[in-house]
């Protein structure tokens, strides 16, 4: 069974205060793995797919990186805007068992405050 | 080009009532996916459909199902409804999807409330 394993639970940084969040999977076969960004009240918000090890992809203040294992989430120099919770899943597995479906770790719900 | 919109938004039922929830997608987007958001056990998959078709489905229990019309909208209802199917229930759609990853993007979800 695919598991998503996402650290830390919560993150409280100070505005400008580099950090990293990570997501450990296990899962066989990955086909690809995307983080998103949830508001309360509100649905997932997509930020990135990576598809292979040594993929690097980045957004403004964010950075994503993937390898056989994780991927990390890095913020540079956050803003108190970017307070949200944070969501990594993947798609994963062989013939239909993977049509449409994303298997999602439980988040790192980060606060920044100014 | 406008998003994934779900309706309706809120919704209060009793137990053992049933409820229906619609979801359209992305226009051109021709798979929609289903989750549960609880905050106990995360977001869950549902199910997924394309081209009308049921591809793929979680391990939810028969009283979840769902459908997908000739333009892509889909509904899934859930019927004699329990106090643990409280939760937000997010609609997702993507282009083409097929074992390479493709990118889904989510409504802003009803939040189903089950007294």
């Known amino acids: 069974e695919d598991q998503v394993t996402q650290s830390p639970e919560a993150l409280r940084l100070q505005e400008g205060e580099s950090s990293s969040l990570n997501c450990s999977y296990t899962?066989?076969?990955?086909?690809?793995l995307f983080w998103y960004r949830q508001d309360p009240g509100k649905g997932p918000e997509f930020l990135f797919t990576?598809?292979?090890a040594g993929e690097e992809k980045e957004k403004e203040r964010l950075k994503a990186t993937l390898t056989k294992k994780e991927s990390f989430l890095h913020i540079t120099a956050p803003k108190p805007e970017d307070s949200a919770t944070y969501l990594c899943a993947v798609q994963a597995g062989t013939g239909g068992t993977s049509y449409g479906k994303l298997t999602f770790g439980q988040g790192t719900i980060l606060t920044v405050h100014p | 080009k406008a998003g994934v919109t779900q309706t309706p938004r809120y919704l209060i039922k009793t137990r053992g009532q049933q409820v229906t929830l619609s979801c359209s997608p992305i226009s051109g987007h021709r798979s929609v996916s289903w989750y549960q958001q609880t905050p106990g056990q995360g977001l869950q998959f549902l199910f997924e459909y394309f081209s009308e078709t049921q591809r793929n489905k979680g391990n939810f229990p028969g009283r979840f199902s769902g459908r997908q019309f000739s333009n892509s909208r889909s509904e899934m209802n859930v019927s004699t409804l329990e106090l643990g199917d409280s939760a937000l229930y997010l609609c997702?759609?993507?282009?083409?999807?097929?074992?390479?990853?493709?990118?889904?993007?989510f409504g802003p979800g009803t939040r189903l409330l089950v007294l």
């Open positions: 997702a759609s993507s282009a083409q999807p097929g074992l390479a990853g493709e990118t889904q993007y």
């Open positions: 990576l598809y292979s």
């Open positions: 899962v066989s076969g990955l086909r690809g």
